[in-house]
């Protein structure tokens, strides 16, 4: 991306543009193009698109006999992750599943916040990357924990928001950056 694009960016976002509104109008653009939920959620729109279907939306595509992952790969993914609890989390762990099988299960979220700082780190102190970490469960961690600096640095890199997303920033890309 161009200096110029971010420094306008920028400045619409501190003039007091509405980035909500933004991607409001940005995801019903792209279901006019004739974009599935899963190439918004590549294109950055990923929790709006999560958020504004609903439980019926959800129990349809249970109804069809598709599985978490195949919700979550439709744009349901925060969703299917809330829908979950506690019980089918340890059920998932119990049947000796890792972290990563889990998230690919539909308990993306859910895998995310139970794990604290201190696995972070420990991930981290491991040498793993960010897209490592968010594999291993703690995709929203490693988001929330970064800063809008780390997001700017992938930019300046030359990064898209889907390589952003893939490397540890995705929930940011998706909240943050409006256009």
Do not use: C, W
Request: aromatic residues 8%.
């Amino acid at each position: 991306m161009k200096k110029s694009t971010i420094l306008i960016l920028l400045f619409t976002i501190i003039a007091g543009f509405h980035p909500t509104k933004v991607i409001g109008q940005s995801y019903k653009q792209r279901l006019e193009e004739g974009r599935g939920d899963k190439d918004i959620m590549s294109a950055g729109l990923g929790n709006y698109a999560s958020s504004t279907h609903s439980l019926q939306v959800y129990k349809q595509r249970l109804e069809e006999g598709r599985g978490d992952k195949d919700i979550m790969s439709v744009g349901l993914g925060s969703y299917a992750s809330s829908a979950h609890s506690l019980e089918v989390y340890k059920k998932r762990l119990m049947e000796g599943k890792t972290d990563k099988q889990i998230m690919n299960s539909g308990l993306r979220n859910y895998a995310s916040s139970v794990h604290s700082l201190e696995a972070y780190k420990q991930r981290l102190g491991e040498g793993r990357t960010d897209k490592d970490i968010m594999s291993a469960g703690l995709g929203n961690y490693a988001s929330s924990t970064h800063s809008l600096q780390v997001y700017k640095q992938r930019l300046r890199e030359g990064k898209t928001d889907k390589k952003i997303m893939s490397s540890g920033l995705g929930n940011y890309a998706s909240s943050k950056y409006s256009l």
